[in-house]
Structures are given as C-alpha cells and as structure tokens.
C-alpha cells in the first residue's frame, strides 16, 4: 500500500488531518510533510480540486496548467478519504 493513505498526522504542526484536530502551525495550504500526492490545490491560484473552493486568478482552475499535477491527485485523495473514513469534503484545507 502507498505510504501517503497512510498519512494522516503533520510531524511539523501535529495537525490531524482527517479530524481538523489540533493546531495548524504550517502555511495554511502547504503542511510540510503532506505528501505530494495529497496536494491538491494549485500551486499557482491556490484553488483547492477537491473542494472546489478559492478565488482563482487563473482564468479556469480546471484545466490552468499549474494544477495539473493537483488535479491529477484528486484520485488519490478520494481514497484517502474513504482510508481514513473522513467525512469533511477537504484535507483540512480551508477555514476549519
Ligand atoms: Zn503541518
Ligand atoms: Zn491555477
């Protein structure tokens, strides 16, 4: 099995990222030690695949080519969601 499903707590802020608990002491869409493959806002605009939330400078976040690698990995969290029985519709990305 992949090592990022398995990802679930920050080691740089301690936040859990399947229950929201805890501080988020990393930048608000960057924790340090989330995987790569659990990224899935883009880099450029910021605007999260998975929520569908932000306010994109870029013309159309579905297809701006900074988000491509992100919207690749919307895939990969979907199933980290079900892994993990996250019932929230984002890792932890956002206001709560
Ligand atoms: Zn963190
Ligand atoms: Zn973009």
Redesign the pocket.
């Known amino acids: 099995m992949a090592k990022w499903i398995e990802f679930r707590t920050c080691q740089g802020c301690g936040y859990d990222l399947a229950t929201g608990e805890g501080e988020r002491g990393c930048a608000l869409h960057d924790c340090a030690y989330m995987p790569e493959e659990l990224k899935v806002f ?6 999260d695949f998975v929520t569908m939330e932000g306010n ?3 013309d159309d ?1 579905m297809t ?4 491509e690698a992100a919207r690749a990995n919307v895939a990969n969290v979907e199933a980290w969601q079900r892994h993990h029985a996250v019932v929230a519709s984002s890792l932890g990305v956002g206001d709560h």
């Open positions: 883009c880099p450029s605009c910021l605007f994109p400078p870029c976040p701006c080519e900074h988000g």
